[in-house]
């Protein structure tokens, strides 16, 4: 299983479902600060985030290496990712809700690109989930 935290030290972490200690691992801890939304992608084996403090949305291996930006907000005047919340993979796209917006928002996985609003006037968007049969294949594991 993987988590968020952004507490005193955020960070991203991983643990196996046994509830061992030593399974516990921190996979980010660097230039995060509020880590809101996380995804996985089992086709890639790779997870996503967004982080609504930095304004950025970022992927990396599921043992934390191999980091990249999706998708950022360049400046202080862009009016993009002002404050993305929560975070969803279907095929290869990634849907975000974001709280500034009252949107949610879809963009290619691996280049950020069509960066969009999908649905707009949200009066709070505190989540958004896909399902799909393709979502959770049987029997991958990592």
């Known amino acids: 299983m993987f988590w968020t935290d952004w507490g005193e030290n955020p960070k ?19 230039n995060i600060y509020w880590p809101n939304g996380l995804t996985l992608d089992y086709d890639d ?3 996503y ?3 609504a403090k930095l304004n950025y949305i970022h992927s990396c291996t599921y043992e934390g290496r191999d980091r990249r930006v999706v998708a950022m907000k360049d400046n202080k005047d862009d009016p993009s990712l002002p404050h993305p919340f929560a975070i969803t993979l279907i095929n290869n796209d990634l ?3 974001d709280w500034s917006t009252k949107s949610i928002h879809r963009c290619d996985k691996r280049t950020g690109v069509e960066g969009k609003k999908v649905l707009t006037d949200i009066h709070s968007p505190m989540d958004v989930i896909v399902y799909d049969a393709d979502r959770q294949k049987p029997g991958i594991l990592f």
């Open 95 to 97: 849907f975000w809700t």
């Open 45 to 47: 084996l790779r997870i």
């Open 12 to 30: 991203i972490e991983r643990a196996g479902m046994d509830g061992s200690l030593d399974s516990r691992v921190v996979i980010v801890d660097d």
């Open 49 to 51: 985030w967004a982080d």
